[in-house]
């Protein structure tokens, strides 16, 4: 397998289904991160999700992606390319063991109104595209890979009503913003690479 990764690995083309169960999606979510997150071996990668920053010492890196809300009050459905994914990230050296957490962020229904935040339903693709981001943003972090490609398109639609910030988690936790797109290292990126064997064969410079 080819660094960093610059296409989808993987896509069914009949699935174009968003996942509707909170179950089912960590399935996906792992499933898919199993196999993007492989080319690391003998490193170990971890995913769980989270609803808060595990430790101010992890690293961040937030993506978008088109996504499905379905109302379970109301039955009301609605589109948005702004569903939004943060993850914090770790690598613990001395036992090659790496961690991330992530949080999906919900919206909420604009005919109920009610408070109650809807979780976001995530197609299989962009799981896949965001993982990806995030398996290359961990690469330049810790691999030594440079500049990889970081992919900002979303699956084609076109939402029929604008964002609405006061129905939107993110926007109301301050992450929702979309701040100008960079593939350059966060401050901070200066962290001493120490690559597993199988990481380092293609990756041209090393740090
Ligand atoms: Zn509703
Ligand atoms: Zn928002």
């Not at 990668?45 to 992890?58: K, M, N």
């Not at 988690?169 to 960079?182: F, K, L, M, N, V």
Request: aromatic share 14%; proline share 9%; glycine share 6%.
């Amino acid at each position: 397998m080819e660094y960093p990764i610059e296409t989808v690995l993987h896509q069914t083309p009949g699935q174009a289904s968003p996942m509707f169960y909170a179950e089912r999606m960590d399935e996906i979510w792992n499933g898919e991160f199993a196999k993007v997150f492989q080319p690391y071996l003998p490193h170990i990668w971890f995913l769980c999700s989270t609803e808060v920053c595990p430790s101010p010492r992890w690293r961040r890196f937030k993506d978008s992606a088109k996504v499905r809300f379905c109302c379970q009050t109301c039955g009301h459905g609605w589109t948005s390319m702004k569903g939004r994914v943060v993850f914090w990230y770790f690598l613990h050296i001395p036992y090659c063991e790496g961690f991330v957490q992530f949080k999906l962020y919900g919206q909420q229904c604009q005919r109920c109104n009610n408070g109650m935040f809807e979780p976001a339903m995530w197609y299989p693709e962009e799981v896949n595209k965001v993982l990806c981001n995030l398996y290359n943003r961990i690469g330049q972090t810790y691999y030594g890979f440079v500049k990889p490609p970081i992919r900002y398109d979303r699956r084609a639609g076109k939402p029929r009503t604008q964002h609405n910030a006061t129905l939107c988690q993110a926007c109301r936790d301050g992450e929702c913003d979309s701040r100008p797109r960079t593939t350059t290292p966060t401050t901070g990126a200066a962290v001493t690479p120490t690559p597993p064997p199988g990481a380092t064969k293609l990756q041209a410079v090393r740090v």
